[in-house]
């Protein structure tokens, strides 16, 4: 059965400073999304993931993959109060489209 | 505008009366599905489909029904909701895109409390 964890689950940050959050996946992929999500929204795709060493940017969010390590991570750099929200990973599998999800780390961004 | 729909966005309703939330998209993809979203467990696919007539189980289909009798529509069926059941619900469809994956699209989601 497919695990992905997502940690921590809730972070502080401060704002202009850089966090780094990970998300392990037990199974092989070859698909790692991330999304966002603000309290009482749907979800909102950031990145999709689809190789070893793949890395996307945008804004102050760069996603990267390992899958040899099973491991994404979401580096934010200089956090600002826009970025506090809930993020989720979600890892693909098959010849599907199923999303196996962690269960999310709220960031909270303070001044 | 691509988009997938739900309907109601919320509803409080009763243990055991039969209910039906509503998603339709309008980009003609193949694959929809349903998910649950509770504190602290992420989200959960509930049913999925991979086309017209054809549905299956995901990861927590207790008390579920679904069906898929056009391509644009997946209705979730509560036969009997119960408060366990009481949750933030979200459809999605997707189709391959021409980069490889699957891009999913959300619907606004439908907030359900069971009573």
């Known amino acids: 059965e497919l695990k992905v964890e997502q940690n921590p689950l809730f972070l502080s940050m401060q704002e202009g400073k850089n966090y780094t959050i990970y998300c392990n996946y037990s199974?092989?992929?070859?698909?790692l999304y991330w999304y966002r999500q603000d309290p009482g929204k749907s979800l909102e795709s950031l990145f999709v993931?689809?190789?070893?060493?793949a890395v996307k940017q945008e804004g102050r969010l760069m996603a990267s993959l390992d899958t040899k390590a099973r491991l994404s991570t979401l580096h934010i750099t200089a956090a600002v109060h826009d970025l506090s929200a809930t993020y989720f990973c979600?890892?693909?599998?098959?010849?599907?489209?199923?999303?196996?999800f962690g269960k999310g780390i709220t960031l909270s961004v303070r001044p | 505008e691509a988009q997938v729909t739900q309907n109601p966005r919320y509803l409080i309703t009763v243990t055991g009366k039969k209910l039906t939330v509503t998603c339709s998209q309008n980009?003609?993809?193949?694959?929809m599905s349903w998910y649950r979203q509770d504190p602290g467990l992420g989200l959960r696919q509930i049913y999925y489909?991979?086309?017209?007539?054809?549905?299956d189980k995901g990861d927590v289909p207790e008390g579920y029904k679904v069906s898929r009798k056009e391509k644009r529509n997946f209705p979730l069926i509560l036969e009997s909701p119960s408060p366990n059941q009481t949750s933030l619900y979200f459809c999605?469809?997707?189709?391959?895109?021409?980069?490889?994956?699957?891009?999913?699209?959300f619907g606004p989601g439908t907030r359900l409390t069971v009573t």
């Open positions: 489909s991979m086309n017209v007539e054809v549905t």
């Open positions: 980009m003609n993809h193949e694959y």
């Open positions: 979600a890892v693909g599998t098959g010849a599907n489209s199923k999303l196996t």
């Open positions: 199974t092989t992929s070859d698909r």
């Open positions: 999605a469809s997707s189709s391959l895109s021409g980069r490889g994956f699957y891009e999913q699209y």
């Open positions: 993931l689809l190789s070893n060493g």
